[in-house]
């Protein structure tokens, strides 16, 4: 079963993260939340706290089969600030393991340059952040081990091409049917 972590700084957007959370647990996966600040309680950028799983120090990075980092203002700035995570990051990259980046958050991605030459969306503000990507404006672009997502609105189509990489398309079908979503 793939190990999916999806990481939370102070500042995230709790709806990017939490229903990317929701959508994967529904379909089995297996998700945990983890907190970069060095506490389990983490503070979204609208006031929700939120307790995560795991600390950043907790993870074993080598049995991990997808980072996922949600957007949100400064939680995105948070995120990219965090050095451990960013080295795992960069590892995943080089493996060719993957990455899924929602909102602000695939500006990471755009700055590490890992972006080049791969389809990727994110917020239209951050579009200037792609740096060398293939720019589309599609709810999700997936480019070989990399995900990218436009923002809030998004985020279910988000979960659901998470739970399709992992237990494919039909499951994915079955998540959306189960929770009404109508594409």
């Given at each position: ?31 945990k939340?983890v ?125 659901l ?16 049917e ?6």
């Amino acid at each position: 079963m793939a190990r999916i972590c999806v990481f939370l700084a102070t500042g995230f957007e709790e709806c990017e993260a939490l229903l990317v959370v929701d959508i994967c647990r529904r379909a089995g996966l297996d998700l945990k939340t983890v907190s970069i600040t060095g506490q389990k309680e983490v503070t979204s950028s609208h006031e929700v706290t939120v307790v995560a799983d795991l600390l950043l120090d907790e993870v074993d990075f080598d049995s991990l089969d997808m980072i996922v980092l949600p957007g949100g203002m400064p939680g995105t700035k948070n995120l990219e600030a965090c050095e451990p995570l960013m080295e795992q990051v960069d590892a995943f990259y080089e493996a060719g393991k993957c990455i899924s980046a929602i909102c602000a958050a695939p500006s990471i991605l755009g700055h590490k340059g890992f972006l080049k030459g791969r389809n990727a969306t994110s917020y239209p503000s951050f579009e200037s952040h792609l740096d060398g990507a293939l720019l589309f404006h599609n709810s999700v672009e997936v480019s070989e081990h990399v995900t990218t997502s436009r923002g809030l609105g998004t985020a279910i189509d988000f979960g659901l091409a998470i739970v399709e990489r992992y237990q494919g398309k039909d499951e994915a079908d079955k998540i959306a049917e189960a929770i009404v979503y109508h594409q």
